[in-house]
């Protein structure tokens, strides 16, 4: 168990909705990651927040966004899904921001389906 | 920009054999490589890094990795596989440019089939 949690497991909804994807860092850690793993695009980064501001963006969509709240948490959300947003989900984190020597820990994943 | 390449989607290894999992790199400045494991249905699991010094670096569950500056290689080895070793390594690169704040770049994993 890596610590850092991600709700909910499994999520299956149709095109065009919008869902919200919950992690939870490891205790003490200021910086969430989240990246997305599909089978044709292997494992991308998709954004991370540091102490409750962006720090960095990767690949992601217009149609994503995240945020970071006072306590840590973050919330990644998905909009006007479309079926290739199928796809598993990671959140990991880490205690600092920007050094090469911290270890990121990721979370269990979030399954999402589109249908 | 900085990559990390795993040349074999799939290595099969007899129960007890030696396990290679190999990955090169590609970075400006010093690396700062990274293995992890995912097994079925689960998050990736962190099993060892390699941030400067000794070039053997020792991980979880059994597994060391080499460092070869020279080579630009980072392989992950087990001297003695288990069937409980089968899952998909990630070979990975922390990204220190300008403005990536860290992220990682992650190899395409390799499939490890360990069979008893």
């Known amino acids: 168990d890596s610590g850092v949690t991600q709700t909910p497991k499994h999520l299956i909804t149709a095109t065009g909705q919008r869902v919200t994807l919950r992690c939870s860092p490891r205790?003490?850690?200021?910086?969430v990651y989240w990246y997305q793993q599909s089978l044709d695009q292997g494992l991308q980064f998709l954004i991370q927040?540091?102490?409750?501001?962006?720090?960095a963006k990767g690949n992601i969509l217009e149609r994503f966004s995240a945020q970071q709240f006072p306590d840590l948490h973050s919330e990644l959300n998905l909009s006007s899904l479309e079926l290739g947003d199928s796809a598993l989900y990671f959140c990991a984190s880490s205690a600092r921001a920007g050094v090469g020597a911290d270890t990121q820990y990721f979370g269990p994943g979030t399954r999402l389906t589109v249908l | 920009a900085q990559s990390v390449a795993q040349p074999e989607d799939q290595v099969n290894v007899a129960e007890g054999n030696p396990l290679t999992v190999k990955c090169t790199y590609s970075v400006s400045g010093n690396p700062y490589l990274f293995w992890y494991v995912q097994y079925p249905n689960r998050g990736l699991q962190f099993l060892l890094k390699?941030?400067?010094?000794?070039?053997l670096v020792k991980g979880s569950y059994g597994f060391e990795a080499e460092f070869n500056k020279s080579q630009t290689s980072f392989h992950l080895k087990k001297p003695s596989a288990l069937v409980s070793d089968s899952a998909l390594y990630f070979c990975?690169?922390?990204?220190?440019?300008?403005?990536?704040?860290?992220?990682?770049?992650f190899g395409a994993g390799t499939q490890v089939v360990v069979t008893p």
């Open positions: 390699y941030i400067t010094g000794d070039n």
């Open positions: 205790s003490g850690d200021l910086s």
């Open positions: 927040y540091y102490n409750g501001e962006e720090r």
């Open positions: 990975a690169v922390r990204d220190m440019t300008t403005d990536s704040w860290g992220k990682l770049q």
